[in-house]
């Protein structure tokens, strides 16, 4: 049992003893995940805070928090100080450095895993490109937050399912099609894919301003693919392989997978015995023509199910598709990555599902993102400021690359080197503020070797790395000597990858993997704290095996921590 478990219990265990009657106090398991480390060491290895107790025991929490002091029986694990509401614990530091080491290099790449999540299941909708249009870095997010979470539920033993749900649906589809048979040639589309397409989609809204006639073309060609044809939909499936292909080089890149491309079209003909059970629950009502389900009980505009001229929309797809997926997958959570400008929509559809007789609503979730803009510039497909996903990341790359032609001239494998280095700078910075934030993608900021940025975090890792395959080299076989590990420098580390497990635990509760790269980055930091403080192979032998074996600890938990949000961590720089 490691020592943050151990606490856990014995203050469970001294809170039931003082308190036998008391009714919704926390167990082990919920105390050691509010268990934290105060903001400066003379308060605390950690802390635990008493102000949730204050309900259940009618008491004050700095009472209560004097009270758990007083009676706690266990200085042989730590000292326990009442302060202000917290009941800080002063641990004793060579019996926490043998055990939190012990109980990180046991675990070496799984530190921090668990079982949690056995049998359950979690869909995950992210990504979710829309056909014939460029991957901008408008969908980073989604495909980066929906990715780690992805890894973080693996990691935590739940099975997930990662669904993109394609836009590949819609009248704009006809229009394409119809200016493809106008203007384009076959060779043109091969070559140019994707860019191509929106050149043709670009010029039948020009054309069409002087020419009105055009989008009744579009529409029937829509109605084409609509109906089956076969000619419609041979081009629109050409379009979509061309989509996908161009996708492809970027998830490549990225390491991101799906385990469903089920999008749009996919619920042609799933959607009629959802409305027709809409019908028979007495849900649809007509408006103006259309077909909605009111929600002014709600506070909310009416969901729009069927268009005057019995066409299906969006929310009548989405609609469609969390009953299959329920169905399929028998999900126990639904997550949608998706910005937070179709807040509405999310709600509208989970209180549709609602009130459609369905439980498991409350299982859907929509995990919203803030707006990502470049260099403080606003992105707006329309004014034509895009940033394409694919061009910014290989220059990321390359940018990557210049850094360490520079700085490691001799390193080996420098492209592969400085493949990782580049997305893992692009991906952190996507992934380091609160997901709700909006934020500003900056080079500067992105590709520094030292501030809080990826590349630090790498570097760091490269670090440790180096300094192994030198003890290693040093042929270093002595016993660790824990107590060479109480200094400050060694303590805040070992603080910090005592509680990664808890934070793991908070990014998946919270759907929140900036949580992991906050602590993965505070790691890096204090590991070079502690590496610029301390000598670690030149010392004595048994305290160079104790810093060797911290050095290893910090590297697998920086490992872990890089692969939950989806980063490689190279062994060299
Ligand atoms: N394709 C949509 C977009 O790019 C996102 C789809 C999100 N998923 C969903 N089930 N609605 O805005």
Redesign the pocket.
């Known amino acids: 049992m490691d020592m943050l478990t151990r606490i856990a219990a014995l203050t469970a265990e001294t809170l039931a003893s003082l308190w036998p009657e008391a009714q919704g106090l926390p167990g082990a398991e919920e105390i050691r995940g509010l268990l934290s480390v105060p903001p400066n060491p003379e308060m605390g290895d950690y802390a635990f805070p008493c102000f949730r107790l204050a309900k259940a025991l009618r008491m004050g929490p700095p009472v209560i928090a004097g009270k758990l002091a007083q009676a706690w029986p266990h200085a042989e694990v730590a000292r326990a100080e009442a302060l202000s509401g917290y009941l800080n614990f002063f641990l004793n530091r060579e019996n926490f450095a043998r055990e939190t080491l012990t109980a990180v290099l046991a675990a070496g790449e799984n530190y921090g895993s668990g079982t949690e999540g056995q049998g359950k299941t979690i869909c995950l909708?992210y990504s979710?490109?829309?056909i014939a249009k460029r991957f901008h870095i408008g969908?980073l997010s989604t495909t980066m937050i929906g990715h780690s979470l992805r890894r973080i539920y693996d990691f935590l033993g739940y099975k997930t399912v990662g669904i993109n749900?394609l836009?590949d649906w819609g009248t704009q589809f006809g229009k394409m099609i119809c200016a493809y048979k106008m203007w384009g040639t076959k060779e043109e589309v091969e070559q140019g894919g994707v860019d191509a397409l929106t050149a043709l989609y670009v010029r039948f809204h020009e054309e069409a301003e002087q020419n009105p006639a055009l989008e009744d073309e579009g529409r029937a060609w829509f109605k084409k693919i609509e109906d089956g044809d076969p000619e419609a939909l041979a081009i629109f499936n050409w379009f979509k392989d061309l989509t996908l292909k161009d996708a492809a080089k970027t998830y490549d890149l990225l390491g991101v997978t799906f385990d469903s491309y089920a999008g749009e079209s996919f619920y042609n003909d799933k959607m009629e015995p959802v409305i027709q059970e809409l019908r028979d629950k007495g849900l649809l009502v007509q408006s103006e023509g259309a077909w909605v389900v009111d929600l002014s009980e709600d506070n909310m505009p009416p969901c729009l199910i069927l268009k005057k001229d019995g066409a299906t929309l969006?929310a009548t797809r989405?609609l469609a598709?969390a009953v299959y997926r329920h169905n399929t997958y028998h999900f126990d959570k639904c997550l949608?990555v998706?910005a937070y400008q179709?807040d509405l929509h999310f709600r509208q559809l989970f209180r549709v599902l609602e009130k459609m007789g369905y439980p498991w609503a409350k299982d859907c979730v929509h995990v919203a993102f803030g707006m990502v803009s470049f260099e403080g510039q606003a992105l707006s497909t329309r004014k034509g400021n895009t940033v394409h996903l694919d061009d910014l990341l290989q220059e990321a790359i390359e940018k990557a690359l210049a850094i360490i032609e520079e700085k490691s001239p001799d390193l080996p494998n420098k492209e592969e080197v400085a493949r990782q280095v580049g997305i893992g700078a692009v991906v952190y910075s996507d992934l380091s503020n609160n997901r709700i934030k909006d934020i500003d993608f900056s080079w500067e900021r992105a590709l520094n070797f030292d501030g809080e940025t990826g590349p630090y975090v790498q570097y760091t890792h490269a670090r440790c790395c180096s300094l192994l395959r030198k003890a290693e080299e040093a042929g270093l076989t002595a016993e660790a000597d824990y107590a060479s590990l109480t200094d400050d420098e060694s303590q805040a580390l070992l603080r910090l990858m005592g509680r990664f497990p808890d934070v793991i635990r908070e990014a998946a509760d919270k759907y929140e993997p900036s949580m992991i790269t906050r602590a993965v980055t505070d790691i890096a930091q204090a590991y070079n704290k502690f590496y610029y403080e301390h000598r670690i192979l030149d010392g004595e032998p048994a305290e160079a095996a104790a810093r060797v074996a911290l050095t290893r600890a910090a590297r697998d938990v920086i490992r872990v921590g890089l692969r939950l949000i989806g980063i490689e961590a190279p062994e060299r720089m």
Request: aromatic share 16%; charged share 15%.
């Open positions: 909708d979710s490109i829309n969908h749900h836009g969006y989405d598709a949608y998706v179709q």
